[in-house]
Each structure stands twice: as C-alpha cells, then as structure tokens.
C-alpha cells in the first residue's frame, strides 16, 4: 500500500468518499461542497487543506484508478504549544476495503506528518455513536476528550452573530 498527496486528478473521486462519509455519518445532505472548491482548497496558489489518499490495491497509483481512502486535512496551531498540529477533517476508507490497515496507515502518515514537520498534535473528531471507531481509536493510544465539546457558528446563527462585529 503507498499513500501518497493527493493530485487534482483525485478531486472527483476524494469528494466522491466525502459524500459516502456523510451518507455514513446521516448527514448526506450536508455535503454541499464542488468539485471546483476541492480545486481551489487542495490545489490553488495558497492550499489551507490538504489531502493523502491510498489507491485501490489493483490500480496503480500512476493511472486514474480508483482511490481504497482518503484523509482530508489542516493544520490548526497551539498557543500552549506554540507550535502547528494536524486536524483530521475526513478519514475515510471504502467499506471493501476495511479491515486491510488502510485507516491504521493513514493514521500513522499523518502523526509522520506532524512528527517529521515539529508539530504538536494530531487531532480529530469522532461521533459518539461510532463504536466501531472509537475502539479502533482507543486501541491505538487516541485520548478521549469527554471534558471538551466541540462548538460551532454556522448558517443563521453564524450570520447573526457576524452582524453584531464592530469595524
């Protein structure tokens, strides 16, 4: 198995899996993303996102084949640490292709990633209702962070609280 950097040539196929993960995860309307803003994010003059993909083990990663996971990721930054880390925004592996290491390898490219780069920290999210994950997770050494809840601003609410900024 090679994982290697994603190339524009994968965008199809990486949002593709971004939809079978939402599809997974109950949300499958939620994904509103293009193909055209993959481009942009992975690939345009300045990428703040970044993505590793593993081909599928009977194509070779020089033709288009078909891509067996993919990670979708960005870096956050630490003020304790002073120091960048990882966010692990998508992990996803094709179901005909669970249990072969691929999402074990990913993960471990990424804390590669971070170590080789002098990063702190690599960080995702995971559902609580994932048990499947969470053991995977818990059997690699993942910390659980029970006493953290993860908050977000968006649509409406984002909006609403956009308007009340000061220039």
Known sequence: MTIRAAEPRDVPQILELIRDLAEFEREPEAVVN???????????????????VIDAPDQPSQS??????IAVWYLTYSTWTGVHGIHLEDLYVRPEHRRAGYGRAMLARLAEEC?????ARLEWDVLDWNENA???YAAIGAQFKDDW?????DGHALEAVATTASV
């Open 134 to 136: 969470i053991g995977f």
């Open 64 to 69: 288009a084949g078909r891509l067996a996971a």
């Open 115 to 119: 170590t080789s780069e002098g990063y």
């Open 34 to 52: 293009t193909e055209s803003l993959m481009h942009a994010m992975l690939f345009g003059p300045n990428p703040k996102v970044f993505a590793f």
């Open 149 to 153: 809840r993860t908050c977000r601003l």
